[in-house]
């Protein structure tokens, strides 16, 4: 049997990127990947208005609505579009994006380079064993970054084995709020760094003492608290050939 997979995509404000996401993910999973994934469940999971956003949590709520319904899952951001990529169910962890993603030109032109080595952003497949071992992910970081770099440093901590796969993407155009105009660290971006070299100095990190410090049992998937706020299902797109459920769902978060 297929296992079944479940893609969560944490979002608001991007209306533009989700209507080319969706019938996109449709095609993808209807043609080039139609054999994989078994009966695949898209769950956007929309932050309301009011706090900054924070994709960590999301994420965790995503998981906590679809994990009955799927064997495996990929979080997914709704601006990483696949051209080609391996989404089977993975035995171990494992990041999805590499080509396409080594150098973002935001719309003001300021240039974001990653690690590929490192990046565990975009799209990364988990089975559910996996996932709830680390605690998902954190939801300390508000606004924007370093929730990633967080996942992929408790992964590391307890010693789970990496698969990296290299898909090729085409990322979608937006304005990098970890960089100001200029390409200088956003507030955003120095504060949020500043949180995750509290949870994973080096010299802990390399001590192997990093569990004490990177509240992996107190902040993530066990600690979340929501509300629902609205459920609906996406219209689906004509380019749906395999009768994907998409399913866009309001939350409310408290800081």
């Known amino acids: 049997m297929i296992p079944n997979l479940g893609i969560i995509v944490p979002y608001r404000d991007r209306?533009?990127?989700?209507?080319?996401?969706?019938?996109?993910?449709?095609?993808?999973?209807?043609?080039?990947?139609?054999?994989?994934?078994?009966?695949?469940?898209?769950?956007i999971v929309e932050q309301e208005q009011g706090l900054e956003f924070n994709r960590?949590?999301?994420?965790?709520?995503?998981?906590?609505?679809?994990?009955?319904?799927?064997?495996?899952?990929?979080?997914?951001d709704v601006d990483h579009i696949p051209i080609w990529a391996d989404y089977s169910a993975p035995k171990r962890v494992a990041p999805i994006v590499w080509y396409g993603a080594e150098k973002i030109i935001d719309p003001r032109r300021v240039q974001v380079t990653h690690d590929l080595a490192k990046h565990f952003g975009g799209a990364v497949l988990f089975n559910k064993q996996d996932f709830e071992r680390i605690?998902?992910?954190?939801?300390?970081?508000?606004?924007?970054?370093?929730?990633?770099?967080?996942?992929?440093?408790?992964?590391?901590?307890?010693?789970?084995?990496?698969?990296?796969?290299?898909?090729t993407f085409q990322v979608l155009p937006h304005i990098h709020e970890g960089?100001?105009?200029?390409?200088?660290?956003s507030a955003i971006n120095i504060r949020n760094r500043e949180l995750?070299?509290?949870?994973?100095?080096?010299?802990?990190?390399n001590e192997g003492d990093a569990y004490r410090?990177?509240?992996?049992?107190?902040?993530g998937l066990s600690e979340i608290e929501y509300s629902v706020l609205r459920r609906a299902?996406?219209?689906?797109?004509?380019t749906d050939e395999r009768?994907?459920?998409?399913?866009?769902?309001t939350v409310s978060i408290q800081k």
């Open 15 to 43: 209306t533009d990127h989700l209507n080319i996401f969706v019938p996109h993910i449709a095609a993808f999973f209807s043609r080039a990947a139609k054999e994989v994934g078994g009966a695949i469940r898209v769950k």
């Open 56 to 76: 960590g949590f999301l994420k965790n709520i995503g998981y906590n609505l679809c994990k009955g319904s799927c064997d495996y899952v990929c979080f997914h």
């Open 135 to 167: 605690n998902g992910y954190p939801n300390g970081y508000w606004g924007w970054g370093y929730e990633d770099s967080d996942i992929r440093h408790r992964c590391l901590v307890l010693n789970m084995p990496i698969e990296r796969r290299k898909g």
């Open 179 to 185: 960089y100001d105009d200029f390409g200088n660290p």
């Open 196 to 205: 995750f070299e509290q949870r994973f100095p080096s010299s802990s990190f």
């Open 213 to 219: 410090t990177c509240r992996m049992e107190e902040d």
């Open 233 to 238: 299902a996406f219209p689906s797109p004509f």
């Open 243 to 249: 009768g994907i459920d998409f399913e866009i769902v």
